[in-house]
């Protein structure tokens, strides 16, 4: 699976059997904060929405901006990868939610 990287819609994303997932981000606040994440059903499972995380999160490191999640998507894969020291966003209004 090839995550690839459109900056000027701030996105990040992966076209699979004839679907796109994506990842959609802002910059904000000395970081980067993912908003919203879409994995189209018939391509679910295949751990796409987290290889499309992480890529964000990388890309954020190594410009030197810190992780944060508005998406709840986000929101949980940040809990579960604690090295990234991510913060939720004060936009975050609770599970399955994201910002649009």
Same mark, same amino acid.
């Not at 459109?6 to 993912?34: C, M, N, P, T």
């Not at 949980?76 to 913060?87: S, T």
């Given at each position: 699976?090839?995550?690839?990287? #459109?900056?000027? +819609?701030?996105?990040? !994303?992966?076209?699979?059997?004839?679907? +796109?997932?994506?990842?959609?981000?802002?910059?904000? #606040?000395?970081?980067? #904060?993912? +908003?919203h994440?879409?994995?189209?059903? $018939?391509?679910?499972?295949?751990?796409?929405?987290?290889?499309?995380?992480q890529?964000? !999160? #990388? !890309?954020?490191?190594?410009?030197?901006?810190?992780?944060? $999640?508005?998406? *709840?998507? $986000?929101?949980?894969?940040?809990? +579960?990868?604690?090295?990234?020291?991510?913060?939720? *966003?004060?936009?975050?209004?609770?599970?399955?939610?994201?910002?649009?």
């Amino acid at each position: 699976m090839e995550v690839k990287h #459109d900056e000027s +819609r701030q996105e990040f !994303y992966v076209e699979l059997e004839g679907h +796109r997932a994506h990842v959609s981000y802002k910059i904000h #606040d000395e970081g980067l #904060d993912i +908003r919203h994440t879409i994995v189209p059903e $018939a391509i679910g499972g295949k751990g796409i929405a987290s290889a499309l995380v992480q890529a964000a !999160y #990388d !890309y954020g490191r190594c410009k030197g901006l810190k992780a944060i $999640a508005t998406c *709840s998507y $986000a929101v949980i894969w940040l809990q +579960r990868h604690p090295e990234y020291q991510g913060e939720v *966003s004060s936009d975050y209004i609770g599970k399955g939610s994201c910002a649009l």
